[in-house]
């Protein structure tokens, strides 16, 4: 899964407008962010292996911190924890910990039996859409379709930069998708560890176009 997770965060600025539309992409993918970090530090594992799933070659050996579900539901807690002791937002607070949340619920979908229910637990749970190129394909396009949308319908562009620079970054974010699923696997775990460093920059750039949108009220709040 991956513009699936940021398909919630969109759709998510629509439920909770007070967030900056750049904190809900850092919390959607919080663990993705993570993730390389523990793999360049030698904690968790993954292997290049075409054909492990019809989606991608990747092979997650053991990611018992970044991903298992007690852990994410930790860093979800952190997260928003962290924006009610700055913001004293608890509606907020709790939209950001269920986000980062979500990204367990999102990944137990798409992968194969490999998302640990705790960092010790031998149990480890998917559904395995990415099995079907296809059927990954339908299901993550249909949800940033609609969470793209969502977005759209409750804020207006103040100015270019919230116009032509969100669309940039959803033209980004689809051709990085397409890249991943249709270009040849990475050269190696490191490589591919680097390389994902830099997401973060993801984030900001969203807040930065969420802060030349208007907010369009839909309903009493």
Avoid at 124 to 149: A, D, Q, R, Y
Wanted: charged letters at 10%.
């Amino acid at each position: 899964m991956f513009i699936g997770h940021f398909a919630l965060a969109f759709a998510t600025k629509r439920v909770e407008p007070s967030v900056s539309l750049g904190t809900y992409f850092a919390a959607a993918q919080l663990p993705d962010v993570l993730w390389p970090c523990f793999l360049l530090a030698g904690v968790e594992h993954v292997t290049i292996a075409p054909g492990s799933t019809a989606f991608t070659p990747l092979r997650f050996d053991s990611y018992p911190v970044s991903h298992s579900l007690l852990t994410v539901i930790g860093w979800g807690a952190l997260m928003g924890g962290l924006h009610w002791w700055r913001k004293r937002r608890l509606r907020a607070a709790v939209t950001i910990a269920l986000l980062v949340v979500s990204h367990w619920v999102l990944d137990w979908v798409t992968h194969r039996p490999d998302m640990p229910l705790t960092p010790w637990s031998p149990l480890k749970l998917g559904l395995g859409l990415w099995n079907s190129v296809v059927g990954t394909l339908v299901v993550e396009s249909t949800l940033f379709v609609g969470g793209v949308c969502l977005y759209l319908s409750a804020t207006r562009a103040r100015d270019a930069v919230g116009r032509y620079g969100l669309a940039a970054l959803v033209a980004l974010l689809v051709v990085i998708y397409l890249g991943a699923a249709f270009g040849p696997p990475p050269p190696s775990v490191h490589a591919m560890a680097v390389s994902m460093l830099p997401a973060l920059g993801i984030a900001f750039w969203a807040a930065w176009a969420d802060r030349h949108r208007a907010w369009k009220p839909i309903w009493p709040r």
